[in-house]
């Protein structure tokens, strides 16, 4: 369980660095695909969050990254 609530906070921590310092970005947390479950009943289970938390650290590097590029 701990596990679990570990992985919310993270999410949530991430989640507010994107909202308050790179909002133009946020409008994309709504479209990732693992926000948007293919079934009815999407089971939230450590594996889940894992992956969703790695998807917003992946959407947050790349942005930042590509930033950097574009101000060379």
Same mark, same amino acid.
């Given at each position: 369980?701990?596990?679990?609530?570990? #992985? $919310?906070?993270?999410?949530?921590? /991430?989640?507010?660095?994107?909202?308050?310092?790179?909002?133009?970005?946020?409008?994309?947390?709504?479209?990732?695909?693992?926000? /948007?479950? $293919?079934?009815?009943?999407?089971?939230?289970?450590?594996?889940?969050?894992?992956?969703?938390?790695?998807?917003?650290? /992946?959407? #947050?590097?790349?942005? /930042?990254?590509?930033?950097? #590029? #574009?101000?060379?």
């Amino acid at each position: 369980m701990k596990e679990i609530n570990k #992985l $919310n906070d993270d999410i949530l921590k /991430i989640t507010l660095k994107i909202q308050n310092e790179y909002p133009e970005i946020s409008v994309y947390l709504t479209e990732m695909p693992v926000t /948007i479950p $293919n079934v009815s009943s999407p089971k939230i289970n450590i594996t889940s969050l894992s992956d969703y938390y790695e998807s917003l650290k /992946i959407l #947050l590097k790349d942005y /930042i990254e590509n930033q950097k #590029l #574009l101000s060379i």
